[in-house]
Nanobody, 124 residues
Framework: QLLLVESGGGLVQPGGSLRLSCAAS????????IGWFRQAPGKEREGVSF????????NYADSVKGRFTSSRDNAKNTVYLQMNSLKPEDSAVYYC?????????????????WGRGTQVTVSS
């Protein structure tokens, strides 16, 4: 059973940066594509970033393109989401999820494992 734990969230001022981590235990992330999702109060969960199992294929939501970067270090069994130029509308609980399917992108039903999330608040 793969266990995912997100970390790195917190309070940051607009324009600031955070790096989220998604660490796995109970298995290896090598064979999993990883999606990052977020959910703000009163809103539906939305896909933010996707990275394939090899790391060669990434995808970003239009709202974060050019500001967020996903990467992975399979040796550390960890995936990262670097978030720059943060805006108040980026405030949400951020989740990572693992899928056996490299075409999962933002289809939540295709993800097998989910973390519990980390809060990101962008405010002055």
């Amino acid at each position: 059973q793969l266990l995912l734990v997100e970390s790195g969230g917190g309070l940051v001022q607009p324009g600031g940066s955070l790096r989220l981590s998604c660490a796995a235990s109970g298995g290896t992330l090598d064979y999993y594509a990883i999606g990052w999702f977020r959910q703000a109060p009163g809103k539906e969960r939305e896909g933010v970033s996707f990275i394939s199992s090899s790391g060669h294929n990434t995808n970003y939501a239009d709202s974060v393109k050019g500001r967020f970067t996903s990467s992975r270090d399979n040796a550390k069994n960890t995936v990262y989401l670097q978030m720059n130029s943060l805006k108040p509308e980026d405030s949400a609980v951020y989740y990572c999820a693992a899928s056996n399917y490299n075409g999962a992108y933002y289809w939540t039903d295709l993800y097998d494992y989910w973390g519990r999330g980390t809060q990101v608040t962008v405010s002055s």
